[in-house]
């Protein structure tokens, strides 16, 4: 089975490689930015970041017919708000600083691309900040290469200084949900992750 990962996220790509399934990773060369002047509710939140995963991945479905294509999105959303990448270290800054001492909701949406049929689906989980000094932020912004990461964060990186709690799926935060995935792929008729690791 031929699999496509149309994602340009390092820790997607990681993820994938650390569970032993063999991919190929290309540019999906598209990306829905929602409109962050509007207030935006959970479930829109939900439905964007599922549009956004299926956007990603139909171009190269149509192009790699024989293949397994997975595209995924992933945000944060607090406060009526998506936060996606930061435009600049001056909004990730201060996307930190409403994140800090509350509770958010990272969402990502998954999608997989089999023989002409896409099946997506999004998986939520709740994560919990402390918050840092003034000083600490100024390291945490130097050394914690956030300008590619929604919300300004990874938790699997310097980033998980900020996470006093998490309520759901781990690797969800990571960007690559593995159960939604196994579950998409027996879905689409094909075997779930164990059966398609080397």
């Given at each position: 089975m031929e699999v496509v990962l149309a994602s340009r996220s390092p820790r997607r790509r990681e993820v994938l490689r650390g569970i032993g399934l063999n991919f190929k990773a290309i540019?999906?060369?598209?990306?829905?930015?929602?409109?962050?002047?509007?207030?935006?509710?959970?479930?829109?939140?939900?439905?964007?970041?599922?549009?956004?995963?299926?956007?990603?991945?139909?171009t190269h479905s149509r192009m790699h017919p024989e293949a397994v294509v997975i595209s995924a999105d992933t945000i944060v959303h607090a406060d009526g708000r998506i936060y996606g990448k930061p435009a600049s270290l001056d909004d990730a800054r201060?996307?930190?600083?409403?994140?800090?001492?509350?509770?958010?909701?990272?969402?990502?949406g998954l999608a997989v691309h089999c023989r002409g049929k896409c099946r997506c689906d999004a998986e939520c989980t709740d994560v919990t900040f402390g918050s840092l000094s003034p000083a600490e932020e100024d390291i945490y912004i130097e050394k914690a290469q956030i300008m590619d990461k929604a919300g300004s964060y990874a938790i699997q990186?310097?980033?998980?200084?900020?996470?006093?709690?998490?309520?759901?799926?781990f690797f969800n935060v990571v960007g690559m949900p593995l159960n939604l995935l196994d579950r998409l792929l027996k879905e689409c008729g094909l075997p779930g992750l164990l059966g398609a690791i080397e």
């Open positions: 540019d999906p060369e598209t990306d829905l930015a929602p409109d962050y002047s509007k207030p935006v509710d959970r479930d829109s939140a939900i439905r964007f970041a599922c549009d956004a995963a299926r956007s990603k991945g139909e201060a996307t930190l600083r409403r994140l800090y001492d509350r509770t958010h909701l990272v969402v990502t990186g310097v980033g998980g200084v900020l996470v006093r709690r998490i309520s759901g799926d």
